[in-house]
C-alpha cells in the first residue's frame, strides 16, 4: 500500500476565493466563470474538521478555511428547509439547479459537525440548521440523496424515523431491481455508487434479515464490479453500467474512489471477512497509479487531484471535487492506521 503522504492544503487554499471555495478549476487555477456551489464548500468542512481533528497542532490554517466555508454554506440558506446551490464569482446566488444530492450533503456535513467539531457556537448553529432540514430531508425521493442522508443521520437515535424511512424506500428499490443477475437498486449503475450499500451499514439496521442480504449482495457485486487484480476501476461517466450492458471504464472519477474507500474501511471494519486487504487499499491505490492508465492522480506536494482518467490523457484540470475526494482517502487512511 502506497506510504502516508503529507497532507497537503496549498491546493484548498488556491481554490478559495473571497466567499468560499470555487468548484472547478481550469489546470491548477480556479475557474471564476463557474463559480461556487454549495455541495464542495460542505463536503470541505468535513475534510478539514477531520484534518484539525487528527493535526492540531497544524490546525490554524484549516480553521480559517473551515470558518469560510461555513460562512458560505450559511449563506446558502435563504429559507426554512431551503438553500440555493450556486453562487458566481460576484457573490450571486443562482436560483437554479438545486439537487436532492446537495441536500444530503448538508445533512451530512451537519451532523459530522456535531459529532466532531470542539466550536461550540458553529454546532449550536449546525444543530439549528439540521434540524430545519429535517421537513427537506423527510421528502427526498433520490436514490443517492436517501442513502447520504441515512448516513448522516445514523448516529443520531433522534432521527432513525427518517433514516428508516429512507432506508425501507431503498430496501423496496432493491426488491423491485434487483434479480441474482443484477444485485443492484436500480437498472444502471452510476456515480457514487458506494454510497448505497454504504446506507445499510448502520445500526440498528444490521438486525434485520432483509438488510443484511441486501448489504452483502449489493456490496459483494459492488466490489466484484470495479475491483478487478486488485485494482479499482470505478464506473466511467462515459456511458455508466445499465444493466445487460457494458461498465464504462472512462471518464473515471476521484468521488468515486474516495466513497468506495469510505464504504470499504467500514465495511470491512464490521465484516472482515467480505473484503480483503487488497481489495480494501485497491481505490486508495488509485490515486497513486495503481489504476488502468498508470497515472498518478494526486499530488501530494499540494493536496490537488487531477478531475478524471479518460481513455487518452487525464483531465488535466484539478478541481474542488477531486481534491477533496483525495483529501478524504488520504485522512481514513491515516485515522485507519491509529490503534
Same mark, same amino acid.
Given at each position: 500500500? &502506497?506510504?502516508?503522504?503529507?497532507?497537503?492544503?496549498? /491546493?484548498?487554499?488556491?481554490?478559495?476565493?473571497?466567499?468560499?471555495?470555487?468548484?472547478?478549476?481550469?489546470?491548477?487555477?480556479?475557474?471564476?466563470?463557474?463559480?461556487?456551489?454549495?455541495?464542495?464548500?460542505?463536503?470541505?468542512?468535513?475534510?478539514?474538521?477531520?484534518?484539525?481533528?487528527?493535526?492540531?497542532?497544524?490546525?490554524?490554517?484549516?480553521?480559517?478555511?473551515?470558518?469560510?466555508?461555513?460562512?458560505?454554506?450559511?449563506?446558502?440558506?435563504? @429559507?426554512?428547509?431551503?438553500?440555493?446551490?450556486?453562487?458566481?464569482?460576484?457573490?450571486? *446566488?443562482?436560483?437554479?439547479?438545486?439537487? %436532492?444530492?446537495?441536500?444530503?450533503?448538508?445533512?451530512?456535513?451537519?451532523?459530522?459537525?456535531? +459529532? /466532531?467539531?470542539?466550536?461550540?457556537?458553529?454546532?449550536? $448553529?449546525?444543530?439549528?440548521?439540521?434540524?430545519?432540514?429535517?421537513?427537506?430531508? %423527510?421528502?427526498?425521493?433520490?436514490?443517492?440523496?436517501?442513502?447520504?442522508?441515512? $448516513?448522516?443521520?445514523?448516529?443520531?437515535?433522534?432521527? %432513525?424515523?427518517?433514516?428508516? =424511512?429512507?432506508?425501507?424506500?431503498?430496501? @423496496?428499490?432493491?426488491?423491485?431491481?434487483? +434479480? +441474482?443477475? #443484477?444485485?443492484?437498486?436500480?437498472? +444502471?449503475?452510476?456515480?457514487?455508487?458506494?454510497?448505497?450499500?454504504?446506507?445499510?451499514?448502520?445500526?440498528?439496521?444490521?438486525?434485520?434479515?432483509?438488510?443484511? %442480504?441486501?448489504?452483502?449482495?449489493?456490496?459483494?457485486?459492488?466490489?466484484?464490479?470495479? $475491483?478487478?487484480?486488485?485494482?479499482?476501476?470505478? $464506473?466511467?461517466?462515459?456511458? #455508466?453500467?445499465?444493466?445487460?450492458?457494458?461498465?464504462?471504464?472512462?471518464?473515471? &472519477?476521484?468521488?468515486?474512489?474516495?466513497?468506495?474507500?469510505?464504504?470499504?474501511?467500514?465495511?470491512?471494519?464490521?465484516?472482515?471477512?467480505?473484503?480483503?486487504?487488497?481489495?480494501?487499499?485497491?481505490?486508495?491505490? *488509485?490515486?497513486?497509479?495503481?489504476?488502468?492508465?498508470?497515472?498518478?492522480?494526486?499530488?501530494?506536494?499540494?493536496?490537488?487531484?487531477?478531475?478524471?482518467?479518460?481513455?487518452?490523457?487525464?483531465?488535466?484540470?484539478?478541481?474542488?471535487?477531486?481534491?477533496?475526494?483525495?483529501? #478524504?482517502?488520504?485522512? =481514513?487512511?491515516?485515522?485507519?492506521?491509529?490503534?
Amino acid at each position: 500500500m &502506497q506510504e502516508p503522504q503529507n497532507i497537503s492544503l496549498i /491546493h484548498f487554499e488556491k481554490l478559495m476565493g473571497p466567499y468560499g471555495l470555487y468548484q472547478h478549476a481550469t489546470k491548477r487555477e480556479p475557474n471564476l466563470a463557474e463559480g461556487y456551489c454549495v455541495d464542495d464548500n460542505a463536503r470541505a468542512i468535513t475534510v478539514l474538521l477531520n484534518y484539525i481533528q487528527q493535526f492540531p497542532a497544524q490546525s490554524e490554517q484549516a480553521i480559517v478555511l473551515l470558518n469560510a466555508c461555513f460562512t458560505f454554506i450559511r449563506d446558502a440558506h435563504h @429559507a426554512p428547509g431551503t438553500y440555493y446551490n450556486f453562487r458566481d464569482a460576484s457573490g450571486t *446566488w443562482l436560483k437554479h439547479d438545486v439537487s %436532492e444530492d446537495m441536500y444530503a450533503r448538508l445533512a451530512r456535513t451537519y451532523a459530522y459537525i456535531l +459529532s /466532531h467539531d470542539t466550536n461550540s457556537d458553529r454546532k449550536i $448553529i449546525a444543530q439549528a440548521l439540521l434540524s430545519d432540514l429535517l421537513p427537506r430531508l %423527510e421528502s427526498l425521493t433520490a436514490p443517492r440523496a436517501l442513502a447520504e442522508t441515512i $448516513i448522516a443521520l445514523a448516529e443520531y437515535p433522534e432521527y %432513525e424515523r427518517i433514516a428508516t =424511512l429512507h432506508r425501507n424506500n431503498l430496501l @423496496a428499490l432493491w426488491e423491485t431491481q434487483s +434479480s +441474482s443477475a #443484477w444485485p443492484w437498486f436500480q437498472e +444502471s449503475m452510476t456515480y457514487a455508487n458506494a454510497l448505497l450499500p454504504h446506507s445499510m451499514l448502520t445500526n440498528p439496521a444490521l438486525a434485520s434479515d432483509k438488510v443484511r %442480504e441486501c448489504l452483502h449482495t449489493s456490496a459483494a457485486f459492488l466490489i466484484q464490479t470495479t $475491483i478487478q487484480n486488485n485494482i479499482f476501476i470505478p $464506473i466511467g461517466n462515459i456511458g #455508466w453500467y445499465a444493466k445487460g450492458g457494458v461498465a464504462a471504464q472512462y471518464d473515471q &472519477q476521484a468521488i468515486e474512489a474516495g466513497t468506495m474507500y469510505d464504504f470499504l474501511l467500514e465495511y470491512r471494519a464490521q465484516f472482515p471477512e467480505k473484503v480483503t486487504v487488497e481489495q480494501l487499499q485497491a481505490p486508495y491505490n *488509485w490515486f497513486f497509479g495503481k489504476n488502468t492508465k498508470n497515472v498518478v492522480m494526486a499530488d501530494t506536494e499540494t493536496g490537488a487531484c487531477l478531475d478524471g482518467l479518460n481513455l487518452d490523457i487525464p483531465n488535466q484540470n484539478y478541481g474542488a471535487e477531486s481534491m477533496l475526494a483525495y483529501l #478524504w482517502a488520504e485522512l =481514513l487512511m491515516r485515522k485507519s492506521l491509529k490503534p
